[in-house]
């Protein structure tokens, strides 16, 4: 395997982990299974959603870096950057919880923010997939 | 875009499934809750991602062209039709364990959390695939 092929690999696995840790924190927000949920999926939701967000980061930056004709100032690139802050940005007050041993559907706006994280990750894996203006 | 949106989400509520079926056989308070979000998960969240998948794959077969021979879309359609199959032994088996109630999932519940694993490696394979491309 070549290096762009490895770094792809790694990239994309990292998005799979990014997107688990997603589905792990909605389950939280919207089951009603309680503390069990709760101890059940918080660690793994917190665990897969940094790692894979800072697997994306990494390797999309070396990516960009690697690959002839992209840069690290193109468009589609710097929304995806972007993109990345508000969904990190969104997670912070759930992963803090889940930390604390608190229950994180029982935060207040946990809904909108796990929505927020939702949102974009689909405006990456769009940006990502179409690299408007590439 | 149709096929990677539910290849993630199919990924991601498999690592619910292995989550919530191994608090479940941990035992204790809600070990019955847990064992039937498994079955949910598998229900509604799993076997929809599956669909979306797939056809997504097919779609962009059509429209791409893709030869079927190449290696890395024979390891692609295996892993799919194969964890089809794995799916829905682990949905029979995590329906089986959720009725068991206060008992625990028991055997049943171990079943469907070495099925759900076994399938997260296989996708590994198919994402290690379709990034690599073998045979391209």
Do not use: C
């Given at each position: 395997?070549?290096?762009?092929?490895?770094?792809?690999?790694?990239?994309?696995?990292?998005?799979?982990?990014?997107?688990?840790?997603?589905?792990?924190?909605?389950?939280?927000?919207?089951?009603?299974?309680?503390?069990?949920?709760?101890?059940?999926?918080?660690?793994?939701?917190?665990?897969?959603?940094?790692?894979?967000g800072?697997?994306?980061?990494?390797?999309?930056?070396?990516?960009?870096?690697?690959?002839?004709?992209?840069?690290?100032?193109?468009?589609?690139?710097?929304?995806?950057?972007v993109l990345w802050l508000i969904g990190s940005g969104a997670a912070g007050r759930l992963g803090a919880?889940?930390?604390?041993?608190?229950?994180?559907?029982?935060?207040?706006?946990?809904?909108?923010m796990?929505?927020v994280m939702?949102?974009a990750?689909?405006?990456?894996?769009?940006?990502?997939?179409?690299?408007?203006?590439? | 875009?149709?096929?990677?949106?539910?290849?993630?989400?199919?990924?991601?509520?498999?690592?619910?499934?292995?989550?919530?079926?191994?608090?479940?056989?941990?035992?204790?308070?809600?070990?019955?809750?847990?064992?039937?979000?498994?079955?949910?998960?598998?229900?509604?969240?799993?076997?929809?991602?599956?669909?979306?998948?797939?056809?997504?794959?097919?779609?962009?077969?059509?429209?791409?062209?893709?030869?079927?021979?190449?290696?890395?879309?024979?390891?692609?359609?295996?892993?799919?039709?194969?964890?089809?199959?794995?799916?829905?032994?682990?949905?029979?088996?995590?329906?089986?364990?959720?009725?068991?109630?206060?008992?625990?999932?028991?055997?049943?519940?171990?079943?469907?959390?070495?099925?759900?694993?076994?399938?997260?490696?296989?996708?590994?394979?198919?994402?290690?695939?379709?990034?690599?491309?073998?045979?391209?």
């Amino acid at each position: 395997m070549s290096t762009y092929e490895w770094l792809l690999f790694l990239h994309l696995l990292a998005a799979f982990l990014l997107v688990s840790g997603l589905v792990s924190y909605s389950v939280l927000v919207l089951s009603s299974g309680g503390e069990a949920v709760s101890r059940a999926l918080g660690s793994p939701a917190l665990a897969l959603w940094n790692a894979g967000g800072l697997g994306t980061l990494v390797f999309g930056v070396w990516l960009a870096l690697d690959v002839d004709g992209y840069e690290l100032w193109d468009g589609w690139i710097i929304a995806a950057l972007v993109l990345w802050l508000i969904g990190s940005g969104a997670a912070g007050r759930l992963g803090a919880a889940v930390r604390e041993g608190q229950s994180v559907g029982r935060i207040e706006g946990a809904r909108r923010m796990v929505g927020v994280m939702a949102l974009a990750t689909l405006l990456l894996l769009v940006v990502m997939i179409f690299k408007p203006g590439a | 875009m149709v096929h990677v949106a539910g290849a993630m989400l199919l990924v991601g509520a498999l690592v619910v499934v292995v989550a919530t079926t191994a608090g479940a056989l941990r035992g204790g308070d809600g070990s019955e809750a847990l064992a039937g979000l498994a079955f949910r998960t598998l229900l509604v969240g799993v076997l929809p991602a599956y669909i979306l998948m797939r056809v997504g794959a097919e779609w962009i077969a059509s429209e791409e062209g893709v030869p079927g021979d190449v290696d890395w879309i024979g390891i692609g359609y295996a892993v799919a039709d194969g964890g089809l199959l794995l799916t829905i032994i682990a949905a029979v088996l995590a329906w089986r364990a959720a009725r068991r109630g206060a008992a625990g999932p028991g055997g049943l519940g171990r079943g469907v959390l070495v099925l759900a694993a076994v399938l997260l490696v296989a996708y590994g394979v198919a994402i290690w695939a379709m990034a690599a491309k073998p045979g391209y």
